[in-house]
């Protein structure tokens, strides 16, 4: 069986590369919407920086993806602590219309 090789393109914008401490999920019947955003001290609300819209199975691909690479950072590097502060991640249905939490 001959195997597939998959080529990419990085470009130079692209590559820098964005900060994000804060995600927020949400989701319809046919994607789901991940804004990744930055909250800094002296900020009054988070900057969102990037938006990735996903099909349901691409998104469950990507947890899948990521639990196997924590699950190989952890053996590498120990457990990772998230520690008693507040959460990085969040779903919007998690919040009232009034934009405080449920």
Do not use: C, W
Not at 62 to 90: C, R, V
């Amino acid at each position: 069986m001959e195997e597939k090789q998959l080529q990419l393109e990085l470009k130079p914008e692209v590559a820098k590369g964005s900060y994000s401490n804060l995600a927020i999920i949400s989701h319809s019947h046919s994607e789901f919407v991940i804004d990744f955003a930055t909250l800094l001290p002296g900020m009054q609300k988070p900057d969102i920086g990037n938006r990735i819209l996903m099909t349901p199975e691409h998104t469950k691909r990507l947890l899948n993806a990521l639990i196997d690479n924590i699950g190989k950072y952890e053996s590498q590097f120990g457990k990772i602590d998230l520690g008693e502060g507040p959460k990085g991640t969040f779903n919007l249905a998690d919040f009232n219309p009034n934009g405080t939490k449920s």
